[in-house]
């Protein structure tokens, strides 16, 4: 079961708002990371590699959750508590370089290079993790 993004928060997932991934650490602890999400239109998208601890933890632990406060509005944001689906390699590192751009207002072009040294790729598998959104939640302050 798919809960859709509202039309109305859209923006937060598809512009460049930083957001926070809540994953679960293997003894119960909550961790949390600051990620650049992306929508498919189904799926929340969140770029990174199996090697970092965000990673381990939706590989051991599918449930999570992506909050996204507007920066211009901090009564205005999108929690989605959801489940990983699954990951995939094709394609994640092209979708790194388009939100390098997107982050960066197109002054660095592509992730490993401008923001991590282009070794760097060798020493991890970048990936896509696929979240299902389970429950969204909108604003703090209604109008």
């Known amino acids: 079961m ?53 990673g381990k933890n939706m590989q051991a632990n599918p449930k999570v959750n992506v909050l996204l406060i507007d920066p211009k509005n901090g009564s205005r944001f999108l929690e989605i508590r959801g489940e990983v689906a699954g990951y995939t390699q094709v394609g994640a590192i092209s979708h790194a370089d388009k939100q390098t751009r997107a982050y960066s207002n197109n002054k660095q072009k592509r992730y490993y290079g401008d923001i991590y040294p282009v070794e760097q790729q060798e020493k991890e598998t970048r990936v896509i993790f696929q979240i299902i959104p389970k429950k969204v939640t909108t604003d703090a302050i209604f109008s």
């Open 2 to 54: 798919t809960n859709k993004i509202p039309e109305s928060h859209l923006d937060l997932l598809l512009d460049p708002v930083n957001g926070v991934l809540t994953t679960i650490m293997p003894d119960g602890q909550p961790q949390m990371s600051i990620v650049w999400a992306d929508y498919d239109n189904e799926l929340v998208l969140i770029n990174t590699t199996l090697e970092r601890q965000k």
